[in-house]
């Protein structure tokens, strides 16, 4: 998809792109391998995108997009799991996309980011999360 619209982003003057990722990026449950795999490959791919493209402008971030009741989601989850877990709404993904798009924050670029943080205080920890490379797909070795 992206490279599809790519070359649309370019020419524009509005040039960021929000890939969706999931919290599922980050663990290990049986049975989602495939669908926690894509996830991570997500956040990774919004690092290549701003490494490659973002002298050009281009800036990209990873969303997850909160616990939403998809019907993907429905159909996985066991229904008691599903009704405790899945609490999020559209509308909190939604708002959460505006604000990104609103202005640019290239501090952000190819950074994981969730629906579910608050905004201010997330970039209240700015400099922290520059600094140390956070929110980034890493290895970590101590």
């Known amino acids: 998809m992206t490279r599809l619209f790519l070359p ?3 020419k524009g003057s509005g040039k960021t792109i929000i890939n969706i990722t999931s ?14 795999t894509s996830k991570l490959a997500m956040l990774r791919f919004s690092e290549f995108t701003n490494l490659e493209y ?18 993907l989601a429905i ?5 008691a799991m599903a009704s405790a877990v899945l609490v999020d709404t559209v509308e909190l993904a939604a708002s959460t996309i ?4 609103q202005k640019r924050q290239e501090w952000l670029a190819g950074r994981y980011i969730s629906v579910n943080w608050d905004m201010e205080e997330l970039f ?9 490379d956070l929110l980034k797909v890493r290895m970590a070795i101590e």
């Open 8 to 10: 649309l982003l370019l």
């Open 23 to 36: 919290i599922a990026s980050q663990l290990l449950v049986r049975g989602a391998s495939a669908y926690s």
């Open 54 to 71: 973002g002298a050009q402008g281009i800036l990209a971030y990873s969303l997850h997009p909160g616990a939403v009741a998809t019907e």
């Open 75 to 79: 159909d996985v989850m066991p229904k």
């Open 98 to 101: 505006v604000f990104l798009t």
């Open 124 to 132: 209240g920890k700015k400099d922290e999360i520059v600094e140390k």
